[in-house]
């Protein structure tokens, strides 16, 4: 009685070797027998070994700056915002400039830039 199953690859290998791969070899089929998986195997831990990183392949990629879309609730908060911050009172909102300015870049897709006070 056998303890375990096997495919009795060890005793191919043995006593019918070469039988084994010249039929391997005219059906296409890929040896399996223990001495030719330990080379396999070997050739496999060989080429994992060789990539120990994944360095070369990474690339930095440009920080897209987040535009975000435009809607009433969005733009309320940020004007009370600007108000707060700014210590602008209320009335800076109802100025016609102010109207205007905000009617313009309530029409943009790709956001606003605002030009500093070196760039003025």
């Keep these: ?50 990539q120990l990183t994944l360095d070369s392949y990474l690339q930095q990629q440009p920080i897209k700056e987040c535009i975000v879309p435009y809607t009433d609730p ?15 009172p209320i009335q800076a909102l109802e100025h016609p400039a102010s109207q205007n300015m905000m009617n313009i870049a309530a029409h943009t897709k790709d956001g606003v830039k605002i030009p500093n006070h070196k760039q003025t």
Aim: charged share 20%; with cysteine.
């Design 74 to 88: 969005v733009f309320c908060k940020a004007m009370i915002e600007w108000l707060v911050s700014t210590d602008q």
């Design 1 to 50: 009685i056998v303890a375990k199953a096997t495919t009795c690859r060890h005793h191919i290998e043995a006593n019918h070797k070469v039988k084994y791969l010249s039929w391997a070899a005219m059906n296409g089929f890929m040896s399996m027998l223990p001495g030719d998986m330990k080379c396999c195997n070997a050739e496999a831990k060989a080429g994992a070994e060789a």
